[in-house]
């Protein structure tokens, strides 16, 4: 039976513990790389892994049990600060994407496809913005990637949702643009059959009043606007 020595329990320990760490760090690369796929994995994050991994190779040299956890709590001060730096990445990333979308379609359309967006989700992002700089503040590496990890769940979810949501907004502000241009439309056709009834009647009655032409020009209009909005149902409906 191979004996193990108390060193080695040692090793086999703090490898285990930063085992789970990585385990942990992993799990939000992999989100980077999702999200973030055309910006790549965050340098520095590589940078902090290969710094890990540097102080754990080190670690193996070390005959004395101080030694060898000094080495091995480096390393685990540089998981943390790769996971903390590729959290960011994703809070920021899924942030901007949210924000963006007040770009891409108005207020009315986001709140009649998703109305959670404008109740809910842009006041939670503004105060992640602010969240965002307080964690920054916080010394402890662990506290920050832990309080991190929360938010992304949330904002991750968030962005999810939104995305499901995309062809329906794109569809309402079709509607909504076509219906911009039936009104801009409308308008110029009553202006036009007004002014035209005007011209018709000063050229057929030229001793009828101005106020009489208007009058004519405005019901003319009006029958029109009627006939117009009953066409536009019919076609609708067809």
Known sequence: ??????????????????????????????????????KGIVVSSINELRSAFDHIMRAMTKDDSSGLEDEIDSAKKHLFRAAYDACEVIILDRLDYIESLKNKASYRVLSKVYPDYVTEILPFAAKLKKEVVEVRQIDNLEERVKQYEEKITQIIDYSERLEQQIPEAEKVKYVEQLDSYFSTAFISLII???????????????????????????????????????????GGNG
């Not at 002014?195 to 009489?212: A, E, G, K, N, W």
């Open 1 to 38: 039976m191979v004996e193990i020595t108390e060193r080695e329990q040692l090793i086999c320990k703090k490898l285990t513990e930063l085992s789970e760490i990585y385990k942990s760090v992993k799990h939000i690369f992999l989100l980077v790389e999702y999200y973030n796929g055309k």
């Open 192 to 234: 036009g059959s007004v002014l035209l009834v005007v011209s018709f009647l000063t050229v057929i009655v030229p001793d009828s009043s101005i106020i009489t032409k208007a009058i004519v020009g405005v019901c003319v209009a009006i029958g029109v606007g009627v006939f117009y909005n009953y066409s536009r149902k019919r």
